[in-house]
């Protein structure tokens, strides 16, 4: 896709470019979640009540993403390819900056 990015613009628009944090998509006109309806103004009473539903689930199950402890995931072992990122630098180990420590 790298390669043909001139060919396709809108879909390596859609695949590499960074996202909002939040997007709305109505499925049934729109199957494919191509056109992002969060900004409409007509949307925005779905979107906020929509949002509040999913944080008070997430708060419910103690997802650790609502309590500031999202890096968590960054701890875990990883076995897949490894990228040049900082954090993980050793495949299949757990990161040593969230191991506990006592």
């Known amino acids: 896709m790298?390669?043909?990015?001139?060919?396709?613009?809108e879909l390596f628009r859609l695949d590499f470019?960074?996202?909002a944090e939040?997007?709305?998509?109505?499925?049934?006109?729109?199957?494919?979640?191509l056109h992002d309806i969060s900004r409409d103004k007509k949307m925005?009473?779905?979107?906020?009540?929509?949002?509040s539903v999913l944080?008070?689930?997430?708060?419910?199950q103690s997802d650790?993403?609502?309590?500031?402890h999202g890096d968590i995931f960054d701890s875990?072992?990883?076995?897949?390819?490894?990228r040049p990122f900082e954090g993980f630098k050793e495949r299949g180990k757990y990161n040593e900056k969230y191991?506990?420590?006592n």
Not at 44 to 50: G, W
Not at 64 to 68: A, I, K, S
Not at 76 to 82: E, I, Q, S, V, W
Request: contains cysteine; hydrophobic residues 30%; proline residues 8%.
């Open 44 to 51: 925005q009473k779905v979107r906020i009540k929509l949002k």
């Open 76 to 82: 875990y072992p990883r076995f897949g390819l490894m």
């Open 22 to 33: 939040e997007e709305l998509f109505n499925i049934n006109k729109d199957p494919y979640c």
């Open 99 to 101: 191991m506990n420590k």
């Open 64 to 68: 650790p993403r609502m309590t500031d």
């Open 2 to 9: 790298i390669q043909h990015q001139t060919d396709f613009p």
């Open 17 to 19: 470019e960074k996202r």
């Open 55 to 60: 944080e008070k689930v997430l708060i419910s």
